[in-house]
């Protein structure tokens, strides 16, 4: 459930089953984050942020919720490019070289470019449509030689470097970016 706050922004709202008390804490989005039992009324929740309101403003770091909002829309631009490009990507890379995988994820995860999971699942973050094409090019190329080595391997890195001779230059140069919207 998510709030809306004069002072805080959007305070998402956590009904959880094993919670005895009523705990705030920042999202990874920089939001206010309310953590309160199962059966905690709504009246509740509301009066819980009012009279913690000082506290909150003085222990947790939180956003400016206009920077919530951008981020927000920065998010949503992002995931539509990343649908349009990505999987189209990662399908051509995959047949022109002989890779088969079950399914293409979006994500948009804080540290991850990618990733590839035992179920043969590869998730690329939408933060790669903000990266130079050849970087996003070796970032489809690296999760597709998971599919062989599910390791960081001698082997691995041949098949990468098989695929992309330039893969330390594009490597070295991706750190320089931040995976995270």
Request: aromatic share 10%.
């Amino acid at each position: 459930m998510i709030i809306n706050d004069a002072e805080f922004g959007e305070v998402i709202v956590r009904k959880n089953p094993l919670s005895r008390s009523v705990r705030f804490s920042v999202s990874p989005s920089g939001r206010l984050q309310m953590s309160v039992p199962q059966h905690t009324s709504d009246f509740l929740v509301r009066r819980f942020l009012k009279v913690n309101r000082d506290l909150i403003r003085e222990k947790i770091p939180l956003s400016d919720p206009s920077t919530q909002r951008a981020r927000d829309a920065k998010k949503k631009i992002l995931m539509k490019k990343a649908k349009g490009y990505l999987p189209y990507r990662l399908e051509y890379y995959a047949k022109l070289y002989g890779y088969n995988y079950d399914k293409c994820r979006l994500s948009h995860a804080a540290t991850r470019w990618g990733s590839c999971s035992s179920t043969r699942t590869i998730s690329l973050n939408i933060g790669l449509m903000q990266v130079p094409e050849p970087l996003r090019d070796y970032v489809i190329i690296h999760e597709l030689a998971h599919l062989n080595h599910m390791d960081h391997s001698e082997a691995f890195w041949r098949e990468v470097g098989s695929h992309d001779p330039r893969y330390k230059e594009h490597r070295k140069k991706l750190k320089m970016f931040s995976p995270g919207v």
